[in-house]
C-alpha cells in the first residue's frame, strides 16, 4: 500500500526556521513534492525533487529547500526565514498519492 506521511509542522516566529519530514511507503525512488494550502486558498505547488535536481516555486526559492533520504525513504522541506505568508498546511505528493498534511503557522 502505497502511503506517505508528514511530520514536523508547528509555530514557528517569522524569521525563523522549520524542517518538515514526509515518510514514504510503498514505493520508493519517485520524483516527490511539497504543496501548501493556506486558508481560503487553492492549493499551490512548492517545490519538487527528481533525480535531476530541485525546482522550487518563486515565492519560496532561496528560503526552502529539498532533500531526500532514500536509505529512510524520507523526503525534507527545510524552510528558513519564514514569513506570515507561509502559513499553511503543507502537502507531500508522489505518484498521484498524498500525504494528511501538516500545519505550519508563522506568527509573533
Keep these: 500500500q502505497k502511503q506517505l506521511v508528514e511530520s514536523g ?3 514557528v516566529q517569522p524569521g525563523g526556521s522549520l524542517r518538515l519530514s514526509c515518510a514514504a511507503s510503498g514505493f520508493s525512488n519517485v520524483a516527490m513534492s511539497w504543496y501548501r ?3 481560503e486558498k487553492a ?3 512548492v517545490g519538487s525533487i527528481t533525480t535531476g535536481g530541485t525546482k522550487f516555486a518563486d ?3 532561496g528560503r526552502f529547500t529539498i532533500s ?3 536509505a529512510k525513504n524520507t523526503m525534507y522541506l527545510q524552510m528558513n526565514s519564514l514569513r506570515p505568508e507561509d502559513t ?3 502537502y ?3 505518484v498521484g498519492v498524498w500525504g494528511q498534511g501538516t500545519q ?3 506568527s509573533s
Design 43 to 45: 492549493r499551490e505547488w
Design 92 to 94: 507531500c505528493m508522489a
Design 88 to 90: 499553511a498546511v503543507y
Design 37 to 39: 494550502q493556506a486558508p
Design 59 to 61: 515565492s519560496v526559492k
Design 104 to 106: 505550519v503557522t508563522v
Design 9 to 11: 509542522g508547528g509555530l
Design 68 to 70: 531526500k533520504d532514500n
